[in-house]
């Protein structure tokens, strides 16, 4: 990895750490599908609390950043690239739940990564 390589990746990892107000609208779960060369992303609801915590909005449990709870996604969208997948989440979707723009900023950051983990066979883990 090159010296401009790493500092990104610092600067990256440094703005990773950076708190961040959640998204009321819902929230999306990206991975990659590679048997059927496809980026896919669940889409959940959730409430966001008066301490700014996601929630469920039928138990009320406040949904954990990290771990597996089962929940069953309102949608599931699929692309073949960012830009498709980009375009079926927010322009197509007449009932796009995003509300803020940094959260769609994210989302087409993060359908990036994992377009080009996609190409180079590389893990991608959601950030």
């Known amino acids: 990895m090159n010296d401009l390589a790493k500092n990104i990746k610092k600067?990256?990892?440094k703005l990773s750490k950076r708190p961040i107000a959640l998204d009321p609208g819902g929230y999306f779960i990206i991975y990659i599908d590679?048997?059927?060369s496809l980026i896919c992303t669940k889409y959940f609801t959730n409430i966001i609390n008066e301490k700014g915590l996601a929630v469920?909005?039928?138990t009320g449990e406040v949904i954990a950043a990290r771990g597996q709870k089962n929940r069953t996604e309102e949608t599931l969208f699929t692309g073949r690239s960012a830009k498709e997948l980009c375009v079926?989440?927010?322009?197509?979707n007449p009932n796009?739940?995003?509300?803020m723009l940094d959260h769609a900023a994210y989302l087409g950051r993060e359908f990036m990564r994992a377009?080009?983990?996609?190409i180079q066979g590389t893990?991608?883990?959601q950030d």
């Open 11 to 13: 600067l990256d990892n």
């Open 96 to 99: 796009c739940a995003i509300t």
């Open 34 to 36: 590679r048997e059927n």
């Open 88 to 92: 079926k989440v927010i322009e197509e």
């Open 115 to 118: 377009e080009i983990a996609l």
């Open 56 to 58: 469920d909005p039928e």
């Open 123 to 125: 893990e991608y883990i």
